[in-house]
């Protein structure tokens, strides 16, 4: 009876010091050559690990991509032509859900050798312009192995497929935020903007009109006798009037004038040909 209770044992022990040995999958499931199917722990270490990269991930217009989720080949090889990721579902801070064909998801090779982006964009479905949690549904395979696994971002992603109007803006009223178009902008005189302004051409300030943020403008921009509280950024020639205020930088492809007693308490760049924002 002893000597039955001690192979018992030590059988016991033999098989929790095997399986403390053994590896840990970033996948729900892993199949092997074996035809042998075992659970799995989500781990970077994994074989195959899987980093949920929602936390920093955004979409802020529609020609933007996010990396979601980031796939590490810690075994070798599988090659990106491996991996294929599909959206499951899209829901909106409501728990609402939208249509899948909104977002679009890819894979790329990532900034270290064995690692995979799994990146969102904008699709062809409806627009959208939130919050959203993302299901997706991701398969990965080499000559000896397989995963497959449904996963759901563990955060909200700020996604803007919003297409940018390419019609002027006038600002003749306060404006609280931010103001975007693909057109030119133009703040009319006593008018205050709480924020920036990003302009696909021209930008106008007139007289005791105020930008609390940052200006940047595909084409010229005029600051009359008023204050900007951010950066100027023009991919044409930049004129600041009679007694503006510039309480930043200005950057721009062209010309910068500053009139009599104007006053810009930043770095002046003129004639640039890399600026990141615009296009010279």
Avoid: K, W
């Amino acid at each position: 009876m002893t000597r039955t209770l001690t192979v018992a044992a030590l059988g016991l022990i033999l098989l929790g010091a095997t399986v403390m040995a053994g590896p840990t999958f970033g996948f729900a499931t892993i199949g092997a050559d074996r035809g042998v199917s075992v659970g799995t722990a989500p781990d970077s270490s994994a074989y195959l690990g899987l980093e949920d990269r929602s936390s920093s991930a955004s979409i802020g217009t529609p020609d933007d991509t996010t990396v979601a989720y980031t796939v590490t080949d810690n075994l070798g090889g599988v090659d990106r032509s491996d991996i294929d990721v599909s959206v499951v579902q899209i829901t909106d801070d409501s728990n609402q859900a939208v249509a899948t064909s909104s977002l679009a998801a890819t894979v790329e090779s990532g900034s270290e050798p064995g690692t995979f982006d799994v990146r969102l964009a904008c699709g062809a479905g409806e627009t959208l312009d939130g919050t959203y949690s993302v299901q997706l549904h991701i398969v990965a395979s080499s000559a000896s192995s397989s995963v497959d696994v449904t996963r759901e971002t563990s955060t909200q992603i700020s996604i803007d497929c919003t297409e940018v109007s390419d019609e002027p803006r006038d600002i003749t009223e306060d404006e609280d935020g931010d103001v975007t178009t693909g057109g030119s902008v133009s703040v009319d005189n006593n008018v205050n903007v709480g924020g920036n302004i990003t302009s696909g051409g021209s930008v106008s300030v007139a007289n005791n009109a105020n930008v609390e943020g940052t200006i940047i403008a595909q084409g010229d921009v005029t600051i009359s006798n008023n204050a900007i509280g951010g950066d100027i950024i023009a991919g044409g020639n930049v004129e600041i009037r009679n007694n503006a205020e510039i309480n930043g930088n200005i950057t721009a492809c062209g010309s910068v004038t500053v009139r009599n007693n104007a006053d810009v308490t930043g770095t002046i760049s003129e004639y640039q040909t890399d600026i990141p924002e615009v296009q010279c």
